[in-house]
């Protein structure tokens, strides 16, 4: 019998579902069981020039329609997502293997976000009148046309809203790629967009690896590509997208600090340390991964976070009571049990987890170090799985400088009473994405991105828009023109 995840085809291509089984064979995998659920195949070259040439096509009425017209449509597939939000999440699930009671909160309900800000904005993207004696400048907030988006495999429905609704709000048309790890819930996503009264081509699914991102990034037709991967990828992306001059966001990577000082109130910083670092077994870019704990406060800190952890839930993500899942794939497994050991191997001291969970399925326990120091590699290299690293520090100053000492830049974190210590401190730390008292909150509202190696551009928030759309401005003279003959 067929799983329910099955997809109807591999491909969502000028409003309908495209099958091309010439292309390699991508098994989904359900990552809580290592069972095959479904099978999704790459495209073709086929595939990939219809994808391109129907989203081409389709952006020009697109972008003709008004900005009141689209939003409508943004909104209304808003309210889709919500209504099937039970459904989005079971799909979320068999996609990553993140638990149902993360995916009921964080997935599709933060995609329906997405399309409800953007669709909310769409109407008042407007340029502005310049003065200039009689005459005038005028501006325009112009689409940029045909946009690729490529996707990690993290937040498979999150990453497609999060691209989608801005380029779409700004008269965008979009190709996305999802990660071939997780094919499953971008399908849905343009499927819900269609039911919505979006014109058929202006949102477009083709699944495949490297091979078809690296096809869709160097297509001419293409104006802007939106990537969210690893550092290596992105760097392969955005010089890809440089020789064809195309417009880029990038977001990537972290290995973000988490800085914790005598004063803070412990059981928050517990809090802010879990959450930055289990939620979604730890496959989150903006984790707080180094986290600083000033040494008045230390052993306190790892008691109660040891004793915390120990509360998590490991097992069947569909049961709602679980808070913990396993690692999307066996080789994503493989890596952080790499990292674990070597945790272990440079002196880094264990408190809890540091295994493979006992079950099916690709599960490890979460862990924490202690004594973890700057040189060591679970502190210098993004690991991507449930691994938290504990440093000691003495003073702010020295804390920031080690804080900074990283080619990433994605996120930061400080945990104190005190409020003109937390405000200088994240004004001195190299990161886009910051918060205080409080850890990996992503409010759409909110930009989101990196500094450094960890990215370039934002996403969600006023911002975005500026990222999916160009000006044009246009010289109005109301007088004769003066030649020099
Ligand atoms: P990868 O960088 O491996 O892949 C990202 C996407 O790019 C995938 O869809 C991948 O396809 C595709 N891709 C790979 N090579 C190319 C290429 N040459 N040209 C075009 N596309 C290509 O990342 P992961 O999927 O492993 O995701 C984990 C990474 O993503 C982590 O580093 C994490 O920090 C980062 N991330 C960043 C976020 C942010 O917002 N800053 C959020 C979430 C994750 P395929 O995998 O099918 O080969």
Known sequence: M???????????????????????????????????????YAATPAIVEQALSTAKEAQKAWAKMTGTERGRILRRAADIMRERNHDLSVLETYDTGKPLQETLVADATSGADALEYFGGLAASLTGEHIP????????????????????AWNYPTQIACWKGAPALACGNSMVFKPSETTPLCALKVAE??????????????????????????????VDKVSLTGSVPTGKKVYAAAAAGMKHVTMELGGKSPLIIFDDADVDNAVGGAINGNFYSSGQVCSNGTRVF????????????????????????PMDEATSFGPMVTENQMNIV??????????????????????????????????????????????????????????????VVARANDTEFGLSAGVFTKDFTRAHRVIGNLEAGSCFINSYNDAPVEAPFGGVKASGVGRENSKEAIKHFSQVKSVYVRMGDVEAAF
């Open 337 to 398: 049990l790499g990292y674990i050991e070597k945790g272990k191997e440079e002196g880094a001291r264990l408190i809890c987890g540091g295994k493979r969970a006992d079950m099916d399925g690709y599960f490890i326990e979460p862990t924490v170090f202690a004594d973890v120091t700057d040189d060591m590699t679970i502190a210098r290299e993004e690991i991507f799985g449930p691994v938290m690293s504990v440093l000691d520090f003495d003073t702010e100053e020295e």
């Open 2 to 40: 067929t799983h329910p995840a099955q997809p109807k085809a591999s491909h969502f291509i000028n409003g309908e579902y495209v099958e091309d089984t010439a292309g390699t064979p991508i098994p989904v995998i359900y990552a809580a069981t290592g069972e095959q659920i479904a099978t999704v």
């Open 132 to 151: 200039l004696g009689e005459d005038w400048v005028y501006t325009k907030r112009e689409a940029l046309g045909l946009c690729v988006g490529i996707g």
């Open 293 to 316: 704990v000033q040494k008045g406060i230390k052993e306190k800190f790892l008691a109660r976070l040891a004793e915390r952890t120990g509360n998590a839930i490991i097992g069947d």
């Open 192 to 221: 819900i967009l269609i039911e919505a009264g979006a014109p058929a081509g202006v949102f477009n699914v083709v699944q495949g690896m490297g091979e078809v991102g690296g096809a869709l990034v160097t297509d001419p037709r």
